[in-house]
């Protein structure tokens, strides 16, 4: 037993004993707290200073039925919104298109106009929380719509924060939430960057997510090297459309999932930071120190979880969540122990949430920055996942960049065949997961959360009486200015924004971005 290799989940070999670290030059390759390379964190006094933002993902049904819950975990404790959209509002479908029948709420809230936006604010004043928005393709409308809501509470759009996840291509890579093919994405991506330079300053304009790809089957160096290599083909574009690296870098903002490897969960943190600081400076020679920060929200793992013996999530969650806070996370999300079987109760989530105030308050960890570091395996754990998740960013930049080892099909081959293993460790037992394939017994009945269909009825009808009451001829010329726009290079949130003011639809607008762009159909 004890002499049997042991393996990460990248398949980074485990030593029974660490007793140095080689090549490791504390001062280059370690620094402190808040400096280049960031290694240690990217803030001096990290937990002392202040506590991660405990943003609990949320998102059901109509969009009252979300305010609700909304305020439930404010009211619990919680520090920032993270907003999670059903299925056609990520796919840019009114809840009354064919296409949505069936889908409506299902997986987070449904959005159809900036009606619905100010429904899930209702009673949360927009200048004084930070919110989270996992949209990508719709991004910029969902962004539009909050600064609208904003300005009718009389908020300065200046003053608002947050984080729109806006990452396309991970998009294409692992998850399918795409419309409009690649280099019209960028486009809207580079535009919404410009739109917040100008007017929300304080906006993290893109959170560059592995997370999703991680949840498709990746390990965890595929998700340093692919999430990095996206981001270098995020600033690249940013470059080409005119932008300044110093004015928009330090607003860039990444997305991990954190698995239950702890330790190569711990590393992979460190070396993602210290390699993005390395490519910001050497690659595109910034000047802020903030512009090669790596600041990153986290999410424990979803793929983690079983429907088996669901309470054992609770477990799983607590070391997931630990791993992100030795990190260095800036900001968590702690899955509910019933996430495999539904979207999670109240009860579930409320425990989720006393999960990250637990390690906060009373755990000690908080008391020093990076209290992992100088550990002879955790440090040469990081340099291993930097010298693997490089020659992955290599490999792409060899290839053209992101978009082009996209589609190429590369990314996704290279997670379908990480996956594949991993399955197969867990179907022939080699790799254990309890209450699954080993140590298992019936289950108890875990109580789940059902979606109000009478929402979702009222959801529809909202929509149609917003169409009725709106002056239908000031939406066409607004829509048509969108459309003038999008065939010629201005930045096209200003037209979409007085769109959605006139009570245009989400679906309305991504349709006007059809006829122009077309509709994304991979290849292969």
Not at 243 to 270: I, Q, T, W, Y
Request: one cysteine or more; charged letters at 25%.
């Amino acid at each position: 037993m004890g002499d049997e290799r042991r393996l990460t989940d990248s398949e980074i070999e485990i030593r029974a004993l660490y007793e140095g670290v080689e090549g490791l030059d504390p001062e280059r390759d370690l620094g402190r707290p808040g400096e280049p390379p960031f290694t240690r964190g990217v803030y001096p006094s990290m937990y002392r200073g202040r506590l991660w933002t405990m943003r609990q993902y949320a998102g059901m049904g109509a969009a009252d039925d979300t305010n609700r819950r909304f305020r439930y975990l404010l009211d619990h404790g919680q520090t920032g919104l993270s907003v999670a959209f059903d299925l056609p509002t990520q796919m840019g479908l009114d809840s009354d298109h064919p296409r949505a029948e069936g889908e409506v709420g299902k997986t987070g809230v449904a959005i159809d106009s900036v009606e619905d936006m100010k429904r899930l604010f209702a009673e949360i004043p927009l200048g004084e929380v930070t919110t989270s928005m996992t949209i990508n393709a719709t991004a910029a409308i969902l962004l539009l719509l909050y600064e609208l809501v904003a300005e009718e509470q009389g908020v300065d759009p200046a003053s608002l924060e947050g984080t729109v996840q806006n990452d396309i291509l991970k998009e294409y890579a692992a998850r399918g939430t795409y419309i409009y093919p690649p280099k019209p994405s960028m486009r809207l991506i580079t535009d919404l960057f410009a739109y917040c330079g100008e007017r929300i300053p304080k906006w993290n304009t893109i959170s560059i997510s592995g997370y999703h790809m991680r949840e498709a089957g990746s390990t965890a160096v595929q998700e340093v090297a692919f999430t990095l290599a996206n981001g270098i083909a995020y600033v690249q574009a940013a470059l080409d459309a005119g932008l300044d690296v110093d004015r928009f870098g330090p607003r860039l903002s990444f997305f991990f999932a954190c698995h239950m490897n702890f330790f190569e969960e711990v590393a992979k943190f460190r070396a993602a930071r210290r390699m993005w600081s390395k490519i910001m400076q050497e690659r595109f020679h910034v000047k802020d120190p903030r512009s090669a920060m790596l600041r990153f929200h986290t999410q424990t793992g979803g793929a983690t979880l079983t429907a088996q013996q669901p309470e054992n999530n609770i477990v799983r969650t607590t070391l997931e969540a630990l791993a992100a806070v030795l990190g260095g996370t800036q900001s968590l999300h702690t899955n509910s122990f019933d996430e495999a079987l539904s979207l999670p109760t109240e009860k579930a989530v409320k425990i989720a949430l006393r999960t990250q105030q637990v390690i906060g308050y009373e755990s000690g960890v908080t008391d020093t920055a990076d209290p992992l570091g100088g550990s002879y395996f955790v440090e040469t754990l990081t340099n291993e996942i930097e010298e693997r998740a490089g020659e992955y960013v290599d490999k792409i930049q060899g290839m053209g960049g992101a978009v082009s080892a996209i589609e190429a099909g590369f990314y996704q081959d290279e997670i379908h065949e990480a996956a594949f293993r991993i399955t197969k460790g867990v179907e022939d037992g080699s790799r254990v997961v309890v209450g699954v394939n080993r140590f298992v017994d019936p289950d108890d009945e875990t109580p789940i959360q059902t979606i109000d269909e009478e929402g979702v009825r009222r959801q529809v009808q909202q929509l149609h009486d917003l169409r009725a009451g709106r002056d239908d001829a000031a939406v066409q010329r607004a829509l048509q200015a969108i459309e003038e726009t999008a065939r010629g290079t201005g930045t096209l949130l200003y037209p979409m924004k007085e769109a959605l003011r006139a009570r245009a639809t989400l679906g309305e607008v991504s349709d006007v971005l059809r006829r122009v762009f077309g509709e994304y159909h991979p290849s292969r």
